[in-house]
């Protein structure tokens, strides 16, 4: 089935580590975004990438870092540089057209990392 | 920055009433989407309304839209248990825009 994936579900990190989530789709589609999400919030958007080999910041793009290597994958990068990292991160995706987005974000489950 | 905003922020209801959340938003948009969270879980995307369009159904969920107020709500008709989730609105600014979230509306329905 067409869909994205996120791993690992949890993660536990100890402080003055890099921790990378992965994120993969088999859906063709060329955008993806990552997105932060704190308890009673709503999301925040980290990085995005419109097509391969580009990417921008989001909102709050300090202290992560992102790849764009093949369409299909799009890596995030918890750096030690990131105060707060605690968070529910979400990975999305959504197709496009020649004149922009064709509809929705497709969202994968989710990764809960937890500094300790 | 958030551009919308969802309210309530919480919502209680029994089994069988109708749900409704409001979303505003600040600058003007080409179209608006709205997601259901369960606990724990990604998004899913249940509906998608564009800057010109006034009303959209599907099946018990039925959004509006009032540009010029720049508002949107979303009525969840006869409600089920099942239905217990967060939602959430979001805003696309233009064709390759990024979306933007709200904080969310918290619904719990009881049996």
């Known amino acids: 089935d067409g869909g994205i994936t996120q791993s690992p579900k949890y993660l536990f990190r100890k402080e003055g580590q890099n921790v990378t989530l992965s994120c993969e789709q088999n859906?063709?589609?060329?955008?993806m975004y990552w997105y932060r999400q704190d308890p009673g919030q709503g999301l925040r958007l980290i990085y995005y990438?419109?097509?391969?080999?580009?990417?921008q910041k989001g909102d709050i793009a300090e202290g992560y870092s992102v790849s764009r290597e093949k369409k299909e994958s799009f890596p995030l990068t918890v750096t030690s540089a990131q105060k707060n990292p605690t968070a529910f991160y979400l990975c999305?995706?959504?197709?496009?057209?020649?004149?922009?987005?064709?509809?929705?974000?497709?969202f994968g489950e989710g990764s809960r990392l937890t500094v300790l | 920055s958030q551009q919308g905003e969802e309210d309530p922020q919480a919502l209680s209801i029994q089994e069988g009433e109708n749900a409704t959340m409001n979303c505003s938003y600040k600058t003007s948009i080409n179209n608006l989407q709205w997601y259901r969270q369960n606990s724990g879980r990604g998004l899913v995307h249940l509906i998608l309304i564009r800057s010109n369009e006034r009303e959209k159904h599907s099946g018990r969920l039925r959004v509006t839209l009032d540009t010029s107020k720049k508002s949107s709500s979303l009525l969840i008709t006869a409600s089920r248990a099942a239905d217990t989730a967060s939602y959430f609105c979001a805003t696309v600014t233009d064709s390759w825009g990024k979306f933007q979230f709200g904080a969310g509306t918290q619904v719990v329905v009881t049996p």
């Open positions: 990438s419109q097509i391969v080999n580009d990417f």
């Open positions: 859906l063709n589609h060329d955008a």
């Open positions: 999305a995706s959504a197709g496009t057209s020649g004149s922009g987005f064709t509809g929705e974000l497709f």
